[in-house]
C-alpha cells in the first residue's frame, strides 16, 4: 500500500538525448540581453555550480542545477563534468581559413626585421598566398580547410567566420566562397562566410587600384550577392592595400547588395578605418592597433563590435596591441578572434584568450565573453550560439580545469577535455589513447 502510494507521487520524468552534469562550474553567459555585452557586463559570466545541461534534439533544453535538473529529466548519455568548468563553445569571428601553401620563409624575414608591408611590396605576403591559391583546385582547398576546423575543434570551436580573399579575380573569390559553403554542409563546425575580395591590390591592377575596386564593386560584390555565397562584406583599409576613399565604396556597394559589413581597420596606420566602420553601420571593426579617441567614441555611440586579434598583433612584431581597456571604458563591445591566416598561423582561440589577458589586460571573464557571445555576435549568431540557454544550439566545450580564471593562465597546452557540437560528443581526450613508452 505504501509502496504504491510513492510510486504514484513520482513525476515522469522527460527524455532528453544528453545530460551534462555535475560541471564544478557552468559558464552560461546568460544576462537576458540581446545585445552585445559592455563595460561591466564583460564580467559577468552567469557561474552556477554543480550545473547541468539538458540537450535533446541537437538543442539545450534546461540549465540548471545537476540536482534539479535531474529531477526532471533522465538520458542514456551523460557526461559527468566532476571537477571540470562546462561553457559555450569558442566563436572565432575573424579567420582567413581558405588558402593554399605557406610562408615560413617569410616568417624568418620577419624575425630578421623585415616589415609586413615591405614583404607584400616585393610580391610576397598575400600576393604570395593568392598565386599559390589561384592554382589550387577546389578539392585541395577543400581537403586543406577541412583539416584546419578538426584542428580549430580540438580546441573548443564551434562555429567560425571565414573570409575570401586570396583570389581577388572574379572566378577565384568565387571558388574561394563556394570551398566556404562546402565547408560549412560537410563539417561540424559552422562557417559564416565572409566576402573580402578587397584583400590586397592584385598584380594585374598595381597601377591602377581604382580599376579593381571597380570591378569588385561592379561585378563581385553583385554576383557574390546573387548567388547568396556571403553574408558579409569587408575590407583592408590600410595605407598599401585600399584608401579610405576606395574602402567607403566597396562597403557601400556591399550594403546595397543587402551584405552586412565588416573593416579590416587601422592595424598598421591611424588611417581612419574606425571612423569609416561606424560612419557605415559596420557590424564590426577589426584589428584597431592604431584607432583613434573619436573614432572609439563613434564605434561606441554607433554600437560598432571591436573584433580584437592579439596573436595577429604579435606576428606583426612590433610590440603594439590595440587598446582593449579604453575601448571597454568607451563601452565598446569587444569580441576576440584568431585571425588565422598564413603569416599568422593559430587555430586557438585559448591562446587569443591567453594573449589578450597578457598583452591587452582583460580579465579571464572579459576575454571569455569576448570569445564567445561577443563573438557570436560580430558574425550575427548571437541568437544561435555563444551562451548556454534554452534554445541555442548545444555547442558546449568542458575544459580539463576546475574554474575560467585558468583560461589565460594556463596556456600552451590544449585545455580541452571534451567538445558537444549541435548536440553530438565530437571530441573527447578521454577517448583517444596516449601511450607512454618507458622502462619500468
Ligand atoms: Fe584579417
Not at 60 to 84: C, L, P, W, Y
Not at 131 to 143: F, M, P, S
Not at 169 to 194: C, F, G, S, Y
Amino acid at each position: 500500500m505504501v509502496r504504491t502510494r510513492k510510486r504514484s507521487k513520482r513525476v515522469k520524468k522527460e527524455s532528453v538525448d544528453l545530460l551534462i552534469v555535475n560541471s564544478n562550474e557552468l559558464i552560461t553567459l546568460k544576462d537576458g540581453s540581446e545585445r552585445p555585452r559592455t563595460g561591466q557586463q564583460m564580467q559577468s559570466l552567469g557561474i552556477m555550480r554543480k550545473g547541468c545541461l539538458a540537450v535533446k534534439d541537437g538543442r539545450i533544453v534546461a540549465v540548471g542545477k545537476t540536482s534539479e535538473i535531474r529531477k526532471e529529466f533522465r538520458a542514456e548519455n551523460i557526461i559527468s563534468a566532476s571537477g571540470k568548468t562546462v561553457m559555450p563553445g569558442f566563436v572565432d569571428p575573424h579567420t582567413h581559413l581558405v588558402f593554399a601553401g605557406s610562408r615560413e620563409d617569410e616568417f624568418q624575414m620577419r624575425v630578421e626585421g623585415a616589415s609586413y608591408m615591405k614583404i607584400l611590396d616585393t610580391g610576397g605576403g598575400i600576393l604570395k598566398t593568392v598565386k599559390q591559391t589561384r592554382r589550387a583546385g577546389v578539392d585541395r582547398l577543400v581537403d586543406f580547410g577541412f583539416k584546419t576546423l578538426d584542428v580549430m575543434l580540438e580546441h573548443g570551436t564551434t562555429t567560425v567566420e571565414a573570409k575570401s580573399g586570396y583570389g581577388l579575380t572574379v572566378k577565384d573569390e568565387l571558388k574561394i566562397l563556394r570551398v566556404i559553403k562546402r565547408l560549412n554542409q560537410m563539417h561540424a563546425v559552422d562557417v559564416v562566410p565572409t566576402f573580402l575580395g578587397t584583400h590586397a591590390v592584385p598584380p594585374e591592377y598595381r597601377n591602377n587600384p581604382r580599376e579593381y575596386v571597380d570591378l569588385v564593386v561592379k561585378d563581385m560584390i553583385p554576383r557574390v550577392a546573387a548567388k547568396g555565397l556571403a553574408e558579409f562584406c569587408d575590407v583592408f583599409c590600410e595605407r598599401g592595400a585600399f584608401s579610405l576613399e576606395q574602402s567607403r565604396r566597396v562597403l557601400v556597394a556591399g550594403k546595397n547588395y543587402g551584405l552586412k559589413l565588416k573593416v579590416h581597420a587601422d592595424e598598421m596606420s591611424m588611417l581612419g578605418g574606425t571612423e569609416l566602420a561606424a560612419g557605415v553601420g559596420a557590424v564590426s571593426a577589426e584589428h584597431l592597433l592604431f584607432s583613434s579617441d573619436a573614432g572609439i567614441k563613434a564605434m561606441a555611440k554607433k554600437g560598432v563590435i571591436a573584433v580584437l586579434l592579439p596573436v595577429a598583433a604579435f606576428c606583426l612584431m612590433t610590440g603594439r596591441y590595440a587598446d582593449a581597456r579604453k575601448m571597454i571604458s568607451f563601452s565598446v563591445p569587444v569580441a576576440l578572434g584568431t585571425d588565422f591566416n598564413p603569416s599568422c598561423w593559430v587555430e586557438n582561440q585559448q591562446l587569443v584568450i591567453a594573449f589578450a589577458c597578457h598583452f591587452m589586460k582583460l580579465t579571464p571573464a572579459e576575454a571569455i565573453t569576448a570569445a564567445t557571445i561577443n563573438a557570436a555576435h560580430a558574425i550575427g549568431r548571437a541568437g544561435e550560439v555563444g551562451s548556454l540557454e534554452v534554445g541555442k544550439k548545444a555547442d558546449v566545450i568542458i575544459l580539463d580545469v576546475p574554474n575560467h580564471k585558468f583560461l589565460g593562465h594556463r596556456f600552451g597546452v590544449n585545455l580541452v577535455d571534451k567538445v558537444v557540437k549541435s548536440g553530438r560528443l565530437v571530441v573527447d581526450k578521454e577517448a583517444s589513447t596516449i601511450k607512454t613508452v618507458g622502462f619500468f
